[in-house]
């Protein structure tokens, strides 16, 4: 079935800074046939139209790093463990129709129980659960009481770690989470050291790209973030640049690198609790400001289900971030777009244009000149499904 929407702008690539004004989308199955102007639209007797208005359409969201399994609550961990199963798989879906109501998507789940975000991933492929599209990591990998112990692969050297990263490509991840630090989640680990001997590391690394997989990982320190970069992990999770101190560790040569091996950076930094964190907004910004003038990629991301962050409407924070880093409005929102979702291992998706997913979202006000015009959005068509319509247009 083909479907025409049309909008009064149609943003088409947010980094090019494109837009049709008075346009159509064609949409069949789940991809984008046609994109231009309304009065060139090749619109048969057979093909459904909904006008928008004076909506405008842009591409869905991405959020690279979330954690269904977690609900935000002030014990996230304390709530998912006291949880069956089948309680835990209901909290997921509802975080995942959360996200995707909210904008969200492409979204990659970055740690869960084993098995369980896999399953919601295949119910969202299969329409039985609204969501958005899920990259899924499985359990993360974590060494022997180590960070998110309560929910990871534990490994204690080389040969243990390439068993761990097939036990849970066995059980459906789409890619590897590791702990290369601790974190403060976690009693009795230190985000301050990496926690993942090198050799061990290298193993996990080397085993996952032998399997066609990439890696992302956990890293809060620099002297985390230099461990990965050695491992030529694929995504560096948080990235903070921590000093053995605990204060600033910026380290200009390491970030060369980082640009050098072409690793991407979500950088989880949100303006909603902020304080909280160890580090003040301004230096962690500014982190971000020379990662991203290196030619760092950097992925939009928000760690939705820890305290403070939630699912719904968690991504209009973390471009906020973005922005009180010092990215202006259209870097922000191609981190989570096209840009992002490429350097995340999504082609062909974040953008308005023929060929590409038909994951789009439509708003009241054009978030070029406010991205708080993308709370809430209205309209969101996922894989070419409307899984949110208050308009009572889109699915007329």
């Given at each position: 079935?083909?479907?025409?929407?049309?909008?009064?702008?149609?943003?088409?690539?947010?980094?090019?800074?494109?837009?049709?004004?008075?346009?159509?989308?064609?949409?069949?199955?789940?991809?984008?046939?046609?994109?231009?102007?309304?009065?060139?639209?090749?619109?048969?007797?057979?093909?459904?139209?909904?006008?928008?208005?004076?909506?405008?359409?842009l591409p869905g969201l991405m959020d690279a790093h979330v954690?269904?399994?977690?609900?935000?609550?002030?014990?996230?961990?304390?709530?998912?463990?006291?949880?069956?199963?089948?309680?835990?798989?209901?909290?997921?879906?509802?975080?995942?129709?959360?996200?995707?109501?909210?904008?969200?998507?492409?979204?990659?789940?970055?740690?869960?129980?084993?098995?369980?975000?896999?399953?919601?991933?295949?119910?969202?492929?299969?329409?039985?659960?609204?969501?958005?599209?899920?990259?899924?990591?499985?359990?993360?990998?974590?060494?022997?009481?180590?960070?998110?112990?309560?929910?990871?692969?534990?490994?204690?050297?080389?040969?243990?770690?390439?068993?761990?990263?097939?036990?849970?490509?066995?059980?459906?991840?789409?890619?590897?989470?590791?702990?290369?630090?601790?974190?403060?989640?976690?009693?009795?680990?230190?985000?301050?050291?990496?926690?993942?001997?090198?050799?061990?590391?290298?193993?996990?690394?080397?085993?996952?790209?032998?399997?066609?997989?990439?890696?992302?990982?956990?890293?809060?320190?620099?002297?985390?973030?230099?461990?990965?970069?050695?491992?030529?992990?694929?995504?560096?999770?948080?990235?903070?640049?921590?000093?053995?101190?605990?204060?600033?560790?910026?380290?200009?040569?390491?970030?060369?690198?980082?640009?050098?091996?072409?690793?991407?950076?979500?950088?989880?930094?949100?303006?909603?609790?902020?304080?909280?964190?160890?580090?003040?907004?301004?230096?962690?910004?500014?982190?971000?400001?020379?990662?991203?003038?290196?030619?760092?990629?950097?992925?939009?991301?928000?760690?939705?289900?820890?305290?403070?962050?939630?699912?719904?409407?968690?991504?209009?924070?973390?471009?906020?971030?973005?922005?009180?880093?010092?990215?202006?409005?259209?870097?922000?929102?191609?981190?989570?777009?096209?840009?992002?979702?490429?350097?995340?291992?999504?082609?062909?998706?974040?953008?308005?244009?023929?060929?590409?997913?038909?994951?789009?979202?439509?708003?009241?006000?054009?978030?070029?000149?406010?991205?708080?015009?993308?709370?809430?959005?209205?309209?969101?068509?996922?894989?070419?499904?409307?899984?949110?319509?208050?308009?009572?247009?889109?699915?007329?």
């Amino acid at each position: 079935m083909t479907i025409a929407y049309r909008a009064a702008t149609v943003i088409t690539d947010v980094l090019a800074d494109t837009a049709v004004h008075d346009a159509v989308v064609l949409i069949e199955a789940d991809r984008i046939a046609w994109v231009g102007p309304a009065d060139r639209a090749p619109i048969s007797a057979h093909v459904e139209t909904v006008d928008l208005g004076d909506r405008v359409l842009l591409p869905g969201l991405m959020d690279a790093h979330v954690h269904l399994a977690f609900d935000a609550s002030g014990d996230p961990v304390e709530s998912m463990l006291a949880r069956d199963e089948p309680a835990r798989l209901e909290s997921m879906r509802r975080s995942a129709r959360q996200l995707v109501e909210s904008g969200v998507t492409f979204a990659r789940d970055l740690g869960s129980p084993r098995g369980l975000s896999a399953r919601i991933r295949d119910e969202i492929r299969d329409g039985t659960t609204p969501g958005p599209r899920l990259m899924v990591a499985g359990r993360p990998l974590t060494r022997p009481s180590g960070h998110c112990w309560f929910m990871g692969n534990e490994v204690d050297g080389p040969g243990r770690a390439r068993d761990a990263v097939r036990e849970e490509l066995d059980a459906g991840a789409d890619l590897i989470k590791v702990m290369v630090t601790g974190g403060r989640m976690t009693a009795g680990t230190d985000p301050l050291r990496f926690e993942i001997p090198e050799t061990t590391l290298a193993a996990i690394v080397d085993e996952a790209h032998h399997h066609g997989v990439t890696v992302a990982a956990h890293a809060l320190s620099t002297a985390g973030v230099r461990a990965a970069v050695t491992a030529r992990v694929d995504t560096i999770e948080h990235g903070t640049f921590i000093s053995p101190q605990g204060g600033d560790g910026f380290d200009t040569a390491l970030v060369r690198e980082l640009a050098d091996a072409g690793i991407a950076v979500c950088p989880t930094l949100g303006v909603v609790g902020a304080h909280a964190h160890p580090i003040p907004l301004e230096i962690r910004g500014g982190w971000i400001a020379g990662l991203h003038a290196a030619g760092v990629p950097i992925l939009a991301g928000t760690d939705s289900g820890i305290p403070r962050h939630p699912h719904v409407g968690g991504v209009v924070d973390g471009l906020k971030g973005l922005l009180a880093a010092g990215l202006s409005t259209r870097q922000a929102l191609a981190a989570a777009t096209e840009a992002g979702m490429r350097a995340a291992g999504l082609p062909m998706a974040g953008a308005v244009k023929p060929g590409y997913l038909a994951d789009v979202i439509a708003v009241d006000e054009d978030p070029r000149s406010d991205v708080e015009a993308l709370l809430e959005p209205p309209v969101v068509i996922a894989a070419g499904r409307i899984v949110k319509d208050t308009t009572g247009e889109a699915g007329a």
